[in-house]
């Protein structure tokens, strides 16, 4: 393979701004996916084991419930933040993306299908616990195995959208055309290593979760207690099984000693103090947020090393600036999505920390919050259909 197909691939109508914004929003919205990708893993797998354990211990009746509604809205948020980093990706990499999922094209129809079977068998195993009686523990563990496997398809898309060089031979070997759509490719390290973060990730959960429930009168103290050391125990094992895979991963990819590396490696040291000292897991979850960052960089520093040794650049793409297009994306972005993420999380932080049922009308900053969101979507949808329709006619008139 070399730089002309892969050029030749490219759209001519060129990028509507600069390469380096949409590599940055890759790696931001890649890290957002993938926190919550771990998350669901992690208190998923987590719940599996306290339906074991909730008939007979007060504690898991608890928690168990608590871990699959978890589980349940992460699934729901990671297939939201998902679109994003594969539509940037698309953006200034669009050659990886269309030819694996040309040489995948059997794998992406089964992708789909996979993940609605599996959210909505996630749905039975969340009303099947209801009872708090370990029930749906068959349900539970099929849905679970059917997430994961979405999960490996997804990375068969990824690995395959790295390997340029040996797309000829993926898609004629031995000179025969296999159009079947069937390809699959696997970096076992790579996927070990991903997929083993959600065991520091529910560790740190856990640490959140008994600070968030130590304010409230209505939760024992040993159980809060009895969160925080659970949670301690597993983020603490999680990186280490983690560190290992990761330095694995790196000597097989020849980038240990690349400065993105190292800085997780001590990013992972300084996680693995902190999750073990517990002094305060907010702060730990934001030294967390960072490592996440530094892996979903390192991730972007192999593909672009990789297109770039073929004589691919990103930043050597035709850019035909789009403004008005960027500013609406931006707006929407920072000002409609923020505040409306702000207004969600400032919520749900007062009801959790209410005794009793929490009413949003008499507290100030949930009002003014839920005010501005109204108005500001309103507005949006008013400027985008008006917009859209502007160009519309102004095209065909």
């Known amino acids: 393979m070399d730089a002309s197909v892969l050029l030749a691939l490219r759209d001519p109508a060129g990028i509507p701004f600069y390469p380096v914004v949409f590599q940055v929003l890759y790696v931001l919205t890649w890290a957002l996916h993938a926190a919550f990708v771990l998350l669901a893993l992690g208190s998923m797998g987590l719940s599996l084991y306290g339906t074991t354990k909730q008939k007979d211990d007060p504690y898991w009746k608890i928690l168990t419930p608590h871990l699959i509604q978890t589980g349940k809205l992460s699934v729901s948020i ?83 959208s790295i390997m340029p060089n040996e797309w000829m031979e993926m898609y004629a070997p031995n000179g025969v055309v296999d159009n079947s759509g069937w390809t699959f490719n696997i970096d076992l390290v790579r996927l070990i290593f991903i997929v083993s973060l959600a065991i520091p990730v529910i560790g740190i959960f856990l640490q959140n979760y008994s600070r ?61 103090l902190m999750v073990y000292s517990n002094s305060n897991s907010y702060i730990t979850t934001g030294v967390l947020v960072v490592v996440a960052l530094l892996i979903s960089s390192l991730r972007e520093v192999i593909r672009f090393d990789i297109m770039t040794g073929l004589g691919y650049n990103i930043y050597d793409y035709p850019v035909n600036l789009e403004i008005p297009t960027i500013t609406m994306f931006l707006l929407t972005f920072l000002i409609m999505g923020g505040i409306g993420v702000a207004y969600l999380l400032t919520m749900s932080w007062k009801v959790g920390k209410i005794n009793g049922v929490f009413d949003g009308s ?36």
């Open 78 to 160: 990671l297939i939201v933040l998902g679109v994003a980093p594969l539509l940037f990706t698309q953006v200034i990499y669009d050659p990886n993306w269309y030819v694996a999922n040309t040489l995948s094209g059997m794998w992406v129809f089964i992708f789909i299908y996979t993940l609605l079977v599996g959210y909505t068998m996630y749905y039975w195993y969340y009303y099947a616990n209801r009872a708090k009686e370990g029930g749906g523990k068959l349900i539970g563990l099929i849905s679970f195995l059917i997430l994961v496997f979405a999960g490996v398809l997804m990375h068969n898309f990824a690995v395959t």
């Open 212 to 272: 968030f429930l130590s304010t409230r009168k209505d939760f024992e103290e040993r159980f809060v207690d009895y969160c925080a050391v659970l949670g301690t125990r597993i983020g603490v094992v999680g990186l280490l099984i983690s560190a290992v895979t990761f330095v694995i991963w790196m000597l097989s990819a020849g980038y240990l000693m690349n400065p993105v590396s190292i800085a997780i490696i001590v990013g992972v040291v300084i996680l693995l």
């Open 362 to 397: 008499k507290d100030k900053a949930v009002t003014r919050l839920g005010n501005y969101t109204l108005s500001i979507m309103v507005v949006w949808m008013v400027i985008y259909f008006g917009w859209g329709m502007f160009i519309l006619f102004n095209n065909i008139l």
